[in-house]
C-alpha cells in the first residue's frame, strides 16, 4: 500500500535558524496535505497542495510540491518559538478515501 | 460551529472493560475518520466513514468497531481494552470533492489510559 515518508524526525534548532522537512510517497499522490500539531493538541491544517511542482507560501513558511507529485516539502524561514510543533505531511491517492499521514517531523526552536 | 467535537476528554479503563468514544461534526461533512495516537509517533486511521451507513477499516482496526447512522456522529467502540489501546485517539471530518479528500478537521482527542 502507499507509505508517507518523512524526515527528520527530530530538529532542534536556535531562533532564526531555518528548518525543513521533507516528505516521500512511495506512489503519486493527488495532493498532499500539511498539518502543525502542537505538543498536548491536535492536528491543524496549515495548506493543500494540488498541481505538480506548485509552490505556497504562507508568511514565513513555504510548501513545495515536487514535478512528479511524490514528494513535498516545508520550510520555515528565521524560526520562531511559536514554530515549536510538530509538522505532519499526508497524502492521497486518487483511487484513496483517506490521507496517509507521515510520523512527523518535531521542531524545538530554543531561544 | 462546533467543528468536531470528542467525549471524554480523558478516560481511564481497567482490562477487559467496554467503552464509546463519541465524536459528532456539525461541519455536514460526509467523510469522518477515527486515528489514534501514541506518544512521541504519527496517526494511525482505525477506521472511517465515507457517509451515512457505510464504514471501512483502516490501518489498525483490531480490538475497535464504529458506526455511522448519521451524518454528524461516528461513535469508537472498545469492546475488551487492552493495555495496547492505552493512546491518544483523534476523530476528524472532512468533505470529499472532485476524486480527492480535503481539508481534515480534528477533534481535540480523548486520551486513553487502560490499566
Known amino acids: 500500500g502507499q507509505q508517507v515518508m518523512q524526515i527528520p524526525q527530530y530538529q532542534h534548532v536556535q531562533e532564526g535558524e531555518d528548518f525543513t522537512t521533507y516528505c516521500n510517497s512511495s506512489?503519486?499522490?493527488?495532493?498532499i496535505q500539511w498539518y502543525k500539531q502542537r505538543p498536548g493538541g491536535h492536528p491543524v491544517f496549515l495548506i493543500q497542495l494540488v498541481k505538480s511542482g506548485e509552490v505556497k507560501k504562507q508568511k514565513r513558511l513555504t510548501f513545495q510540491f515536487g514535478e512528479a507529485k511524490k514528494n513535498s516539502s516545508l520550510h520555515i524561514t528565521a524560526t520562531q518559538t511559536t514554530d515549536v510543533g510538530t509538522y505532519f505531511c499526508?497524502?492521497?491517492?486518487?483511487?484513496?478515501?483517506?490521507?496517509?499521514f507521515g510520523k512527523g517531523t518535531s521542531l524545538l526552536v530554543t531561544p | 460551529n462546533a467543528g468536531v467535537t470528542q467525549t471524554p476528554k480523558f478516560r481511564i479503563l481497567k482490562i477487559g472493560q467496554s467503552m464509546t468514544l463519541q465524536c459528532t461534526q456539525d461541519?455536514?461533512?460526509?467523510?469522518m475518520y477515527w486515528y489514534r495516537q501514541d506518544p512521541g509517533m504519527g496517526l494511525k486511521l482505525i477506521y472511517y466513514s465515507v457517509g451515512a451507513g457505510i464504514t471501512d477499516k483502516g490501518e489498525v482496526p483490531n480490538g475497535y468497531n464504529v458506526s455511522r447512522s448519521t451524518t454528524e456522529d461516528f461513535p469508537l467502540r472498545l469492546e475488551l481494552a487492552a493495555p495496547s489501546q492505552t493512546s491518544v485517539y483523534f476523530c476528524?471530518?472532512?468533505?470529499?470533492?472532485?476524486?480527492?479528500?480535503?481539508?481534515?478537521?480534528f477533534g481535540p482527542g480523548t486520551r486513553l489510559t487502560v490499566l
Open positions: 476528524a471530518s472532512s468533505r470529499w470533492t472532485s476524486g480527492r479528500v480535503n481539508e481534515q478537521f
Open positions: 461541519m455536514n461533512h460526509n467523510y
Open positions: 499526508a497524502g492521497n491517492s486518487n483511487s484513496g478515501y483517506a490521507l496517509n
Open positions: 506512489t503519486t499522490l493527488s495532493n
